[in-house]
């Protein structure tokens, strides 16, 4: 069906630009009226939006670019370094790191799959497009560079690095090629992570245990702290928690992107060797690896407007007169319907 909307999608913009006569008027109003069913029933399982910064979908659907398209010339190997810096972080600045050491030995790619191209993989299909953008977090406009420096900062748990610089340069050139076909303020259907329905419950983090022991633990291992490679450099299997994982301040120590995330991507192996998640066991081991510990930093500056907050960022203050352990675990479908009155 994706495959369909992205052309149905084309043949409706050449249409409208030629000269429209009665059978073409027809063909178009049919065409029109899959793609709004299409573009309703993708709307519709999307649920109710997680938090305000998220970019409105359009009909647009991401197709992950051919990277063997990058092209030979300066630029291009800037964008290639770029991209070796993301599939391959913890080489270039992990703990052994050849440029510096100064992240946790997690990879960009281990959250941003196949180099950041991967549908629904938490990919960068959306930046170019919509940065520089403002963000509630900060509650500044954000250029790319502060946007990786974040991940560095937070899911890399490490020290952020000198925009000018060639590291920097280079992922952020990587970032742009990759997003670089799609229209400014666009974000695709497919970018990013998706926004899971809401369960009625609180999400349990002993269900979500169990969870963890039959479908992660076989990788992330019993202490969810993975499986670093033979030579230390990097992981094979990387941490969900403890000292080596990403800090309290993170995108996915929020639950509902942990279980977007997971729900489409883990285990690494579904669908072929084994079962994808159920919405329900996304969001109850979002809840149970959420529990255990990690690296805390102090983000007590993070959404100056307390309005802007998610519904799913666990540290009050909060303006809705929700607890912290809702704000965390859940049910959010009355913090969102709260918020909306
Ligand atoms: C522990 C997981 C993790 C790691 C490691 C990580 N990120 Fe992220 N990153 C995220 C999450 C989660 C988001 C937020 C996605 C969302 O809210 O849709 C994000 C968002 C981003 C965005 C913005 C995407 C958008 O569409 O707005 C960029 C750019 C980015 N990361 C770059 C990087 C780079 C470069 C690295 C490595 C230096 C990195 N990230 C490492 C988890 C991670
Ligand atoms: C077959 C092995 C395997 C299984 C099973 C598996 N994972 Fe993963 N997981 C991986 C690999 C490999 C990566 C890194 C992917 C990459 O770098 O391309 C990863 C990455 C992740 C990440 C992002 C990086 C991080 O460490 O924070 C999360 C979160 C995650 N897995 C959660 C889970 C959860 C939850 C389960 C169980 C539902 C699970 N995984 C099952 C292999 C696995």
Redo the contacts with the bound molecule.
């Keep these: 069906m994706d495959v369909n909307i992205v052309l149905l999608a084309r043949e409706t913009k050449s249409y409208s630009m030629s000269v429209i006569n009665s059978s073409r008027l027809l063909v178009l109003t049919i065409t029109t009226t899959v793609v709004i069913v299409a573009v309703l029933a993708a709307t519709i399982n999307r649920g109710l939006p997680i938090s305000k910064d998220d970019t409105e979908s359009t009909g647009l659907v991401w197709e992950p670019p051919d990277t063997s398209q990058i092209p030979h010339t300066d630029e291009g190997l800037l964008i290639r370094y770029g991209r070796d810096l993301i599939?391959n972080t913890s080489w270039y600045l992990g703990p052994k790191g050849k440029v510096a050491k100064i992240t946790n030995g997690?990879?960009c790619?281990?959250?941003h799959?196949?180099a950041g191209t991967r549908t629904w993989g938490n990919n960068y299909g959306g930046v170019f497009s919509t940065y520089p953008k403002y963000r509630e977090r900060s509650g500044t406009i954000e250029n790319i560079y502060k946007r990786v420096n974040d991940c560095i900062d937070r899911?890399l748990n490490g020290h952020i690095i000198d925009t000018s610089g060639r590291e920097m340069q280079a992922m952020a050139a990587y970032i742009n090629w990759v997003g670089q076909k799609i229209p400014k303020n666009v974000k695709p259907t497919g970018a990013g992570i998706r926004d899971l329905s809401f369960i009625d419950r609180p999400a349990d983090p002993a269900k979500g245990q169990n969870?963890?022991i039959?479908?992660?633990?076989?990788?992330?291992g019993a202490n969810g702290s993975?499986t670093l490679l033979f030579d230390s450099s990097g992981?094979?299997?990387?941490?969900?928690w403890g000292d080596n994982?990403?800090n309290t301040g993170a995108g996915?120590y929020r639950i509902g992107r942990?279980a977007g995330?997971?729900r489409d991507?883990?285990?690494?192996?579904?669908p072929h060797?084994?079962e994808p998640?159920t919405d329900e066991?996304?969001w109850d081991?979002?809840a149970f690896?959420n529990s255990q510990p990690r690296p805390q930093k102090d983000y007590g500056k993070d959404y100056p407007n307390i309005a802007g907050k998610p519904v799913d960022h666990p540290f009050g203050p909060f303006i809705d007169g929700f607890s912290e352990e809702q704000h965390k675990y859940g049910p959010f479908k009355a913090i969102s319907l709260a918020r909306k009155k």
Excluded: E
């Design positions: 599939v997690m990879n790619q281990n959250c799959l196949d899911s969870v963890f039959q479908k992660c633990q076989r990788c992330h993975g992981y094979l299997y990387p941490p969900l994982s990403y996915l942990f995330f997971v991507n883990m285990p690494f192996d579904a060797n084994s998640l066991q996304a081991v979002a690896v």
